[in-house]
């Protein structure tokens, strides 16, 4: 029978593990320990809490035409204020923070939850979809503004702690997401802050996965079904084909 196995590692931060109030006038805490079902992923538009960036999905055209700013949005060119309360030099001064220039940028770049958001929810009902009372849990897997500007301009992205939810670097979620880590259905587990995160046993493992969030080594480890490599095998393998 095959065993569970590593199939990859990647940096992942949460929230703190002591609650603290942020400046942004939200509390950040621990990001809550369970077991979840991946629901899905998609651009994240958020109409009530984090308003001012994240009403907009991340990468809606923006233009200015006769002095207003626009976007697109349902088909049409709707005007920003619609949407948010931003204001030009708003956006201006954040596209400086993020990438250096002071300019409106032709895309919105600035939503929290960055260019893709993965949602899961706990499963109460133990059939592995979002029926019932299932509803999609508060705390999200996605990217952020800051990270996605580094990893645009080529710099170190840097994973900061958030409100709860599980930050990772924009390449990796798109990895995560291309190789079905994240595909609807499969686990997701949030351990413990002491909690110590497994580095062996590696192997080719195939699906379904199992997503492993260990918030105190900040890491997240994905399992799939299969045997663990023979390194040993492995190792007198590469000297035979070199003598």
């Not at 942004?24 to 320990?33: C, F, H, I």
């Not at 939810?165 to 994240?182: A, F, Q, R």
């Not at 686990?187 to 195939?206: E, F, R, V």
């Not at 190792?235 to 070199?242: F, K, M, Q």
Request: aromatic content about 12%; overall charge positive.
């Amino acid at each position: 029978m095959s065993n569970k196995v590593i199939v990859g590692i990647y940096d992942a931060v949460g929230g703190p593990k002591t609650p603290i109030m942020r400046a942004d006038g939200y509390q950040a805490g621990p990001t809550d320990k369970g077991e979840y079902v991946i629901a899905y992923c998609a651009k994240h538009s958020s109409p009530r809490m984090y308003r001012t960036w994240s009403n907009i999905r991340w990468g809606t055209p923006l233009r200015e035409r006769k002095g207003i700013l626009e976007v697109y949005i349902n088909g049409k060119w709707q005007a920003l204020k619609n949407f948010t309360s931003a204001t030009k030099t708003d956006i201006q001064d954040y596209h400086q923070q993020l990438y250096g220039s002071w300019k409106v940028p032709k895309t919105w770049v600035f939503n929290d939850f960055g260019h893709i958001t993965c949602y899961f929810f706990q499963d109460i009902n133990k059939n592995r979809r979002l029926d019932g009372k299932e509803r999609i849990h508060a705390e999200f897997v996605h990217t952020t503004p800051g990270n996605e500007a580094q990893s645009a301009q080529g710099k170190p992205v840097i994973l900061t702690e958030s409100h709860g939810c599980i930050h990772v670097e924009p390449s990796d979620i798109d990895n995560m997401i291309k190789n079905g880590y994240l595909n609807k259905g499969n686990t997701l587990i949030i351990h413990s802050y002491p909690d110590t995160a497994p580095i062996w046993p590696w192997g080719i493992g195939t699906p379904p996965f199992e997503v492993h969030f260990f918030p105190g080594a900040k890491k997240i480890v994905i399992k799939g079904k299969g045997e663990p490599f023979d390194f040993k095998k492995i190792y007198h393998d590469i000297l035979d084909s070199l003598f």
